[in-house]
């Protein structure tokens, strides 16, 4: 079974949620610049969340661009992880409408916690359908960033409740190490 | 006349009658958890479609892969299924702001009734236009799991009125039925 | 400059613009069905709008297929066939809600008459690209089914302040009218 | 790696941005010429915003067409760049809220000029990874068109609070200058 539809499906869910946050940002009625200050929270967190989102789709490209074939149960997976991903717009509007508060962080970290553990099954099923020697195995390795980064939300979780902007910091500082693109795929591809 | 430009268009709308299903679920104005609680109904009502649309993807994906090319009737088959898709969100709406009442689950099955009839008329303009020795109709044959989740959420509409629970029982029954993807085209492929 | 992108652009654009029609459809907050009747002029503004903007993918679909490149110029004149189609569910929701009153439904006229109008520059230019000779001028000939179109919508128009139904009629006839598929192309490219 | 789904991406996000615009052109509730009127602002700075978003579609074709490849710098300068244009709606919809007050009309510029110098950077990283010697470097040349733009929408902001409809007219005549397809490329690769 080809890809190229999957690629195409992710493609259209991601450009999607990574936009229609920006519908949140709605401009106030009052042409001032004192008009804009109480939508700076939600603007923050729309930064972070496209950011992310940013990620996941640069991620989903480098690991598909990886993979030769996929079958039933990986388009499964994949479903499962745009689930969450639709999930990211709600979380940050209501962290942004609500100041970074306790409960809309610690949620935040949740949806980022199941998409990373989802993304974690995206590409055990990729592994498992073209075997342990395959590009996609080699480039993976122990995946030890995507673990790490899942061990850094949980972290991040409880911390919302006691010191919030800390909790902020974590997914600020994990997006940050994202960035920085998944040269394991690029330099196994390009051996 | 090629398919591809049919499955773009398709990935495209069911793309976005995924996603944008997600923009009912506005977070509350308190950070709170129990601000949350009345959104439940919302988000089961959401989750349910989430995987409904994900089945019609993945079949769509299953079926047209099985095909050469398409036609002006094809094409309008189409259309004509994209159109009970794009009901979905309407009909998830107005079921989880009214917490699975009876009207609501009831117009939810007329809609999947419908998208269910349309997709077996794009299935059988396909065989129409390969033939009856064709892969796809070999692969489809009777297309009994077709046919049975259309008589089931007959059975679901009236039992709304009666036991709303147990029709939207049905409604995740067939979900859940549909989950494992439709293996007789990609047997039929890879003999 | 091949089509590819072009084709992807537009799927994408128009593939927006038959969902989003749907958001206006919010469902009522009542679980009646007395409370969905004052939604069915906006379902029928909606149904009359997705067979619209279907017929314009349909035949994008078969102008673009008879064409081999595309220069700028054709990339303009197809975003300014997708701008006044983007007007669409603008219009489509005014007539909706105000129950197909009379200057809306002739709004309507409007715009279907400008984006008839952009349909004719866009295959003109595309003509103008591959000569007298090509199959797209072939295909289109004098493309009278455009014309008699937009004549139809003009007469429609004013049409809206006397007979506001008649006007409504003559959108639903030219629709019915096109759901045709244009086999004109069909037939040149099989030859 | 190959550039399809980086193009892919781009078309999904900018076409999604040129339509959810049109969302804020919502109906007005009475059926008359006059009810529209209060929309003629917000429908004037939808058309600047279709047009804006419209050139950058073009130019990123032109500019992506030229190159054979792409690496992770690439898909993040991408990603910036879709990043600016995704707060053209906000700033569209603020502008033409606000009957281009001041402070809009200047960060509309703002926005402008950050999406103009990201959209620099993503040509650089090309330059950068295809050579000073290939086709996009000697297409782009010293960029002249993309550096007086930026320079114009420099004036247009503190314009913006003096003579604000100058301003706004420096941003249609910019959108007109660029109106006029990048033909340098064109001319290098029929070259």
Partial sequence: MSKTRMEAFSDGVIAILITIMVLELS????PTLEALRPLIPTFLSYVLSFVYLGIYWNNHH???QA???VNGRVLWANLHLL???SLVPFVTNWMGDNHFAAWP????GVVLVFAGIAYFILSRA???LHGSQSTI?????SDFKAKISVALYLVAIPLAFVYTWIACGVYFFVAIMWLIPDRRIEKTLTK
């Avoid at 401009?27 to 009052?30: A, L, M, N, T």
């Avoid at 962080?105 to 935040?108: C, D, G, P």
Wanted: hydrophobic residues 60%.
């Fill in 83 to 85: 689930f969450w991903l």
């Fill in 137 to 141: 195995a080699t480039a993976l390795g």
């Fill in 27 to 30: 401009g106030p009625h009052e």
């Fill in 105 to 108: 962080v610690a949620l935040y």
């Fill in 62 to 64: 480098h690991l598909i």
């Fill in 67 to 69: 993979v030769q074939h």
């Fill in 126 to 128: 990729l592994i498992a």
